[in-house]
């Protein structure tokens, strides 16, 4: 029996691992591999008991073959007498993650390089501009005396955004670029 969840972090993990085994007190395994962070991938597997490399690897092997990245797989097990063998947990880990994969939502993520724009009111049409000819993740907004905008780019538009901004730079208060995220798209296509 398998379980896929999205978590944003590697702290995030353990908290869904407690509810696997909370809901499955007496399996024998609870075996997982998690996949965090777009920008600087980080991972993890763990066999839970079973023999180094037949549980955990083959669940992260999984997630990266479908590409999923903020996830975590738990494949639960309970031992039933049969021994399976290393290449049998091998295969019945492995699928276990691949009938989660199929069965799971799944929404792109997209690397942004993130910008922090401060402007006067005046300006606002510049930033209608900027959003109709770009995609722009507004991801915070502040209108006092002036707007303060946190904004994302997709990563594969950030020379051609900077280029456009160059342009209007000098009729902004503010324009700096913060650092790199992403963003799930969950929109459906």
């Given at each position: 029996m398998g379980y896929l969840q999205q978590i944003e972090h590697k702290d995030d993990a353990d908290s869904f691992l407690e509810w696997v085994k909370d809901e499955h007190p007496t399996?024998?395994?609870?075996?997982?591999?998690?996949?965090?962070?777009?920008?600087?991938?980080?991972?993890?597997?763990?066999?839970?008991?079973?023999?180094?490399g037949t549980a955990g690897m083959p669940i992260l092997n999984a997630l990266r073959s479908a590409e999923l990245i903020n996830c975590m797989m738990v494949s639960v097990r309970y031992y039933g007498g049969t021994k399976l063998g290393k290449s049998g947990l091998i295969d019945a880990y492995g699928e276990s993650a691949r009938l989660c994969i199929q069965k799971a939502d799944r929404f792109p993520v997209i690397p942004i390089q993130t910008y922090r724009i401060v402007y006067g009111y005046e300006h606002q049409g510049i930033i209608d501009k900027l959003k109709n000819d770009f995609?722009?993740?507004e991801l915070n907004s502040e209108y006092m005396e002036n707007v303060s905008?946190?904004?994302g780019v997709p990563k594969v538009d950030k020379a051609r955004f900077e280029g456009k901004v160059e342009s209007v730079k000098h009729l902004l208060d503010d324009f700096e670029a913060t650092g790199q995220s992403y963003h799930i798209n969950k929109i459906r296509s």
């Open positions: 399996a024998t395994h609870h075996c997982y591999a998690w996949r965090v962070n777009p920008n600087k991938v980080q991972e993890f597997d763990q066999d839970d008991g079973e023999p180094g995609t722009v993740i905008l946190v904004i």
